[in-house]
């Protein structure tokens, strides 16, 4: 693929209703996406970064700046073998940045499965036709909020329910669930909100029977982790540390968790992830696909590259109505009566993208080279 023109456009896709996690209340998306054109066809990623540092370091400025300035200047013009070659010529050079490297990585997935005229999934080897997913539930203002959302999402047959937690909203509000719904398959998912020296807390949480405890200490803490690990029956699964595949190496040798969280646009893009899901697939660690309130371009990613074998947990992929009035592809993702979300058939990531309804969205736009 000799990559000729690439564009960035953010735009603002407001959230039918605030999403409230321990680090921060989000009311809308501004969301960077990103495309990239060859022989015709055009490649869509999205960047999944946050316009606060909160979630990661990473920003949809900081994004917006390194692909400007570095990231782009390295691709545009220039001709790859397939999306694996640009994917490595990403590496090189440019530290860190998972984020902005992802937006154009996954660009190239998607042009390459196009260019083939094959199915994302199928060119990442997915083996499934349909995937398995749940909803991920912010902090409410109150206990009955949360109930009331509980019932509503599962009687959509939504798979599993993931609860925000965050000192103070955590263990009476799991046992409340709990009660209310004893047989739900559910997780909890803390963002980092809890100190090392909170051990005797986040312990009581397994009289619960959650299917994991997500992230519960800093990202950087994998001993963290591990001590906690070491006491806790319920698994522990990380997400903000799984930065790449040698975090994810380390993660596993430590015994810091059981069960791993894959982003591929916190990852980097689909190679990366594929690499962190083969290696937990090797050590018999089970994986699942979570998500960063992406708009139906990155959702299209995030449920073609879960349709893999390893995936094995329900994903943080809901239908395009959990989270926009309008989303920005069509037909938008529904879900199943099963609690599933089907795996686009057609070419790439498999649903058209809506450009007048992007442009009616759009905060800013930059063409490389410039028009
Ligand atoms: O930690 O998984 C997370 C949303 C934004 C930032 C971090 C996370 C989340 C979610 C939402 O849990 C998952 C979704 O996209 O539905
Ligand atoms: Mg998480």
Known sequence: MRIDRIELQIIRLPLREPFRISSGTAHRRRILLLKLDAQGLRGYGECVAEN???YSAET???????LECFLIPAVIGREFADAGALARALETRVRGHAMAK?????????LEAKLRDLPLARLLGGTRAAVPVGVSLGIQPALADLLERVQRYRAQGYRRIKLKIAPGWDVEVLR?????????PLTADANAAYDASEHARLKQLDEFGLLMLEQPFAADDLLAHARLQAELSTAVCLDESITSRARCAEALHLKSCRVVNIKPGRLGGHAAARAVHDLCQEAGVP???????ESGIGRAHNVALASLA?????????????????DVVDPPFALRADGTLAVPTGPGIGVRVDEDFLAAIQ?????????
């Open 363 to 371: 905060e800013e736009r930059a063409s490389f080279p410039p028009i």
């Open 52 to 54: 606060e540092p909160y």
């Open 176 to 184: 409340c669930v709990r009660e209310r719904f004893p047989e739900l």
């Open 102 to 110: 992802a937006a154009v990585e996954m660009a190239a997935w998607d």
């Open 287 to 293: 994986v699942w696909c979570g998500g960063m309130l």
């Open 310 to 326: 390893n995936f094995r947990y329900p994903g943080d992929i809901s239908a395009s109505d959990r989270y926009w009035e309008r």
């Open 60 to 66: 949809v400025t900081t994004a917006r700046y390194v």
